[in-house]
């Protein structure tokens, strides 16, 4: 039995599709990829190009796909910048450090609006705390979004969430 996916519904810019495979014992769909090599290494930093120094691989979970839990394994490439420095190129479809694409938060997020956190978690198999922190930076994203943009407005706004408890460190990030 063979899986016919249309390259622009799994949105993996950047990636090539290789393989997609059911694993049978850990019941999930595992699609591995590969770094498009028409891509230039770009400095996530600077925004110059580089050049490769490795590739490095990580496995990310995505939303499920025909009824199972899906894994992506991705191929990222390591800029090489100077002697001693070194980062990974940017991926638009995952954070730095995250385990999860954005629809998958995206999902999560939308489900914790219906189930309870404890019901989101059972139904996707992950931790109740990743799914509440998950469920809480969707909400400031949504509400920092819907405020007028002058800082002190944001700066309230982030103060009320520290005061919450729910974060112990927010970033700040310009979307441009």
């Known amino acids: 039995m063979g899986i016919d996916i249309q390259r622009g519904i799994l949105g993996l810019k ?6 997609i495979k059911l694993d049978e014992q850990a019941q999930q769909l595992i699609i591995r990829c590969r770094r498009d090599k028409r891509r230039k290494v770009i400095d996530p930093v600077t925004g110059e190009k580089g050049t490769i120094n490795r590739f490095v691989r990580r496995q ?15 191929e990222l490439a390591q800029v090489f910048i100077s002697k001693s420095a070194r980062r990974l190129e940017h991926c638009e479809f995952v954070d730095k450090g995250c385990r999860f694409t954005h629809r998958f938060c995206r999902m999560i997020s939308g489900l914790c609006r219906h189930m309870s956190i404890q019901a989101v978690s059972r139904h996707l198999g992950v931790r109740w705390e ?19 943009k002058d800082p002190v407005s944001i700066e309230l706004q982030l103060s009320a969430r520290m005061d919450t408890g729910h974060y112990r460190l927010i970033r700040l990030v310009d979307p441009k």
Do not use: M, W
Request: aromatic share 4%; with cysteine; glycine share 10%.
């Open 60 to 74: 990310v979970r995505d939303v499920p796909l025909f009824g199972y839990p899906c894994v992506i394994e991705l």
């Open 14 to 19: 950047g990636q090539r599709v290789n393989q």
């Open 130 to 148: 990743t799914v509440k922190n998950i469920d809480n930076a969707g909400g400031l994203a949504l509400a920092l979004s819907h405020l007028p």
